[in-house]
């Protein structure tokens, strides 16, 4: 059997088609045509402002975390892929990915265990890059090994196998607020660009209406929009309080790269 990166380069592939199917979810969440009402509109007269809220908001969508879960079950996989190809291009039987992986450890001593099972299977250069590529290493460069992108992906796989990921309630952040009197000019509403939990009224905008001169049968449209994601809790890694997105792309990208680099040096032709 001829060694190749295919199959990992096929489950990083798998990954990706599985974090877009995972933001178009989310940015297509609240949007179904049965919610008449997502935003509330309450005016104030005597203050001459108006406020804008969140009406009621749904739950978080089930498939969420099991689609998380497979994102970063390719990705493992994807390494052990990658390992299991080196042992057969140092001359070893398809038998022998049976006892192949990707080891992942955040300190050395847990990495010293690979020795009895991976080392004698794989060239000594490519177990010293892979000995390299630990988050226990990593930490030379890094506050806390626990952030490593190796490390997320290790510890969100085990989850996975266990538990439901923890997905916390939505958060959004409003990106825009317009209004117009008649068929005036838009006018920009200044708002605040920072992610707020999304929860029933939840305050989106204020629009100051002191400088506005208005008669009874004037017209006020009010256009804006507002941009939500989901985020990690209780990982205990590095992820924890991160939008999905923001952690998930790296740990994609890492894994490319690892492969690409493996590819390079092994593999090529």
């Given amino acids: 059997m001829r060694a190749t990166t295919i199959g990992a ?23 179904s045509k049965e919610e008449s009402g997502p935003f509330v509109i309450n005016h104030h007269p005597e203050r001459k402002s108006m406020v804008i809220k969140h009406g009621e908001v749904r739950a978080n969508d089930a498939a969420w975390p099991l689609i998380v879960g497979d994102i970063v079950h390719n990705l493992r996989s994807a390494l052990d892929h990658l390992v299991c190809q080196l042992a057969i291009l140092n001359g070893n039987g398809i038998s022998c990915c ?5 080891p992942i450890c955040i300190c050395r001593s847990d990495f010293r265990k690979a020795h009895r099972t991976i080392e004698p299977l794989l060239t000594t250069e490519a177990f010293e890059d892979i000995e390299m590529l630990q988050p226990y290493n990593a930490s030379n460069l890094e506050k806390d090994p626990s952030f490593n992108n190796l490390w997320i992906i290790s510890k969100l796989d085990i989850i996975d196998k ?8 939505k958060y959004f952040r409003t990106t825009d607020i317009t209004y117009r009197v008649n068929e005036g000019n838009p006018v920009k509403v200044e708002i605040e660009d920072i992610w707020r939990p999304l ?5 989106i905008a204020s629009i100051d209406l002191s400088q506005i001169v208005a008669a009874p049968d004037d017209k ?6 507002t941009e939500v994601q989901i ?4 990982t205990g890694c590095g992820c924890d309080g991160l939008e999905v997105g923001a952690a ?6 890492y894994v490319s790269e690892i492969v690409d680099y493996f590819e390079a040096r092994y593999f090529a032709v």
């Fill in 162 to 169: 266990h538990r439901m990921l923890l997905i916390v309630g």
């Fill in 231 to 234: 985020f990690f809790n209780e």
């Fill in 9 to 31: 380069r096929q489950k990083i592939e798998r990954a990706k088609y599985h974090f877009s199917e995972l933001i178009t979810s989310i940015s297509q969440w609240g949007t």
């Fill in 220 to 225: 006020m449209r009010v256009q804006g929009g």
């Fill in 199 to 203: 929860e029933d009224g939840a305050h």
């Fill in 98 to 102: 049976a006892d192949t992986y990707f």
């Fill in 248 to 253: 998930l792309i790296p740990c994609i990208n």
